[in-house]
């Protein structure tokens, strides 16, 4: 069978979409060549934003046309929240946010039937779900880092997330599992893992004795302490001086992505976000004790219902003394369902425009002080590409480096930093 899997949204999505690839490709199934047409698509969907949702119908839709004849499967959070209208867009199979080795099963037996699926319910509320779905951890071909999801689902519901009804509870992968899977993946070779999930934060909480997020981190740095581990998206709630203690004792890359949204207080609180910015702010400076030089990036949400001039200018201050080296920045986008899209004073699309440009350039100039900032360092980088005498990796600080040499793709090596090329650092193996 020749597939195609399109993934959209997050790491976790890029995750479930290298999982299913892994179970086809272990029965023998290939991909699709380039430029040809396929006996089965799979399309893993986003629905975080609004735009996240038009773009998941404009995928179903292109791929609906360009493989007329295949069987067409549609999971992910845009499926999991409006299944009917993906039903109507043309998909033969809809799946929500979980069931992932469900999906592929039924997926192959509907190709090997002749392309005639069976009836099934649409997804029920996701809510529902308790269990973490265990998948094949690893990474897409060719990959030098792996991404290994240990939890699942948020039960934080701020007010302009979708994503507690799309992926349901807090679900987390018990800590031997966590260790078990590090060490498989090392023996296959991977130097770095990227630990992801929805919210990482709340790891362990739905577990038998409540391990922590920190917990799980230590007992896979003991299972392959030769592999670098990068965290994914932290809430700055989980930052404390023991956390980052204990953390600088572990071979963890130095960067970390903290969950900002918003630089003022009362926007936050609107937002029914868990912190101020005064908890946040002291989760930065922990981080810059303990990990001197670290890359620390943030996601914002501009022009969320209520943001006054005033409001949005305190963002912006604030957002420039957490001085970031790489920023996400994002109009708020209205999602049905959500408590923010009922909320009064809802913004126009140029004055989140505008604001959103503001704040890019402000990211913009912090990005370059940032690099600028390491040069004259040391940094060890994964190379991960290598053309004409060039090889290219990311930094411990998970910025691109390039310096000269061969053969060191999939290979750690200390890069001493001389210079820029835009936003690359480039140097010298040492």
Same mark, same amino acid.
């Given at each position: 069978?020749?597939?195609?899997?399109?993934?959209?949204?997050?790491?976790?999505?890029?995750?479930?979409?290298?999982?299913?690839?892994?179970?086809?490709?272990?029965?023998?199934?290939?991909?699709?060549?380039?430029?040809?047409?396929?006996?089965?698509?799979?399309?893993?969907?986003?629905?975080?934003?609004?735009?996240?949702?038009?773009?998941?119908?404009?995928?179903?839709?292109?791929?609906?046309?360009?493989?007329?004849?295949?069987?067409?499967?549609?999971?992910?959070?845009?499926?999991?929240?409006?299944?009917?209208?993906?039903?109507?867009?043309?998909?033969?199979?809809?799946?929500?946010?979980?069931?992932?080795?469900?999906?592929?099963?039924?997926?192959?037996?509907?190709?090997?039937?002749?392309?005639?699926?069976?009836?099934?319910?649409?997804?029920?509320?996701?809510?529902?779900?308790?269990?973490?779905?265990?998948?094949?951890?690893?990474?897409?071909?060719?990959?030098?880092?792996?991404?290994?999801?240990?939890?699942?689902?948020?039960?934080?519901?701020?007010?302009?997330?979708?994503?507690?009804?799309?992926?349901?509870?807090?679900?987390?992968?018990?800590?031997?599992?966590?260790?078990?899977?590090?060490?498989?993946?090392?023996?296959?070779?991977?130097?770095?893992?990227?630990?992801?999930?929805?919210?990482?934060?709340?790891?362990?909480?739905?577990?038998?004795?409540?391990?922590?997020?920190?917990? $799980?981190?230590? *007992?896979?740095? +003991? /299972? %392959?302490?030769?592999? &670098?581990?990068? =965290?994914? !998206?932290?809430?700055? #709630? @989980?930052?404390?001086?023991?956390?980052?203690?204990?953390?600088?004792?572990?071979?963890?890359?130095?960067?970390?992505?903290?969950?900002?949204?918003?630089?003022?207080?009362?926007?936050?609180?609107?937002?029914?976000?868990?912190?101020?910015?005064?908890?946040?702010?002291?989760?930065?400076?922990?981080?810059?004790?303990?990990?001197?030089?670290?890359?620390?990036?943030?996601?914002?949400?501009?022009?969320?219902?209520?943001?006054?001039?005033?409001?949005?200018?305190?963002?912006?201050?604030?957002?420039?003394?957490?001085?970031?080296?790489?920023?996400?920045?994002?109009?708020?986008?209205?999602?049905?369902?959500?408590?923010?899209?009922?909320?009064?004073?809802?913004?126009?699309?140029?004055?989140?425009?505008?604001? $959103?440009?503001? *704040?890019?350039? +402000? /990211? %913009?100039?912090?990005? &370059?002080?940032? =690099?600028? !900032?390491?040069?004259? #360092? @040391?940094?060890?980088?994964?190379?991960?590409?290598?053309?004409?005498?060039?090889?290219?990796?990311?930094?411990?600080?998970?910025?691109?480096?390039?310096?000269?040499?061969?053969?060191?793709?999939?290979?750690?090596?200390?890069?001493?930093?001389?210079?820029?090329?835009?936003?690359?650092?480039?140097?010298?193996?040492?």
């Amino acid at each position: 069978m020749r597939y195609i899997i399109i993934t959209l949204g997050c790491k976790v999505n890029q995750y479930d979409s290298q999982a299913m690839e892994q179970l086809l490709r272990a029965d023998g199934h290939v991909p699709a060549e380039p430029g040809t047409t396929a006996d089965a698509v799979i399309v893993n969907t986003c629905a975080v934003t609004a735009e996240g949702a038009r773009k998941a119908r404009q995928a179903i839709r292109r791929v609906r046309a360009e493989n007329p004849q295949a069987v067409l499967a549609v999971c992910g959070c845009f499926s999991q929240t409006a299944p009917e209208e993906v039903r109507e867009l043309g998909a033969d199979l809809v799946y929500g946010s979980g069931d992932r080795a469900g999906l592929v099963a039924e997926l192959v037996h509907t190709v090997e039937q002749g392309g005639i699926p069976a009836f099934r319910e649409l997804p029920g509320d996701a809510r529902g779900t308790r269990n973490f779905e265990k998948l094949p951890a690893g990474a897409s071909e060719g990959r030098t880092r792996a991404y290994l999801k240990i939890q699942d689902g948020c039960d934080n519901y701020c007010a302009y997330c979708i994503i507690p009804y799309a992926r349901g509870h807090v679900r987390s992968l018990p800590v031997a599992d966590c260790a078990a899977l590090v060490a498989q993946l090392a023996s296959q070779g991977y130097r770095e893992l990227v630990i992801t999930g929805i919210e990482i934060a709340s790891y362990g909480r739905d577990l038998p004795g409540h391990p922590t997020l920190l917990d $799980a981190v230590e *007992a896979m740095a +003991l /299972a %392959a302490p030769e592999v &670098r581990l990068h =965290l994914g !998206s932290l809430e700055p #709630r @989980v930052v404390t001086q023991d956390f980052c203690e204990r953390l600088s004792k572990l071979s963890v890359c130095s960067h970390f992505h903290l969950s900002l949204q918003s630089g003022c207080d009362e926007t936050l609180q609107r937002m029914k976000r868990r912190y101020d910015t005064a908890r946040f702010m002291e989760s930065v400076k922990l981080l810059r004790k303990y990990f001197p030089g670290c890359g620390l990036t943030a996601d914002l949400i501009v022009g969320f219902p209520g943001e006054t001039e005033e409001e949005f200018e305190k963002t912006l201050s604030f957002v420039e003394e957490c001085a970031f080296s790489s920023m996400h920045i994002f109009p708020y986008s209205r999602r049905e369902g959500t408590r923010a899209a009922s909320l009064p004073d809802q913004l126009t699309r140029a004055v989140k425009t505008a604001r $959103a440009a503001r *704040a890019q350039r +402000l /990211a %913009a100039e912090m990005e &370059r002080q940032y =690099l600028d !900032s390491c040069i004259g #360092r @040391v940094l060890s980088v994964l190379f991960e590409t290598e053309s004409d005498g060039m090889c290219v990796g990311h930094g411990e600080n998970y910025c691109e480096v390039a310096a000269a040499g061969k053969g060191f793709r999939g290979l750690v090596r200390n890069v001493e930093i001389n210079g820029t090329q835009g936003e690359m650092l480039v140097g010298v193996c040492i």
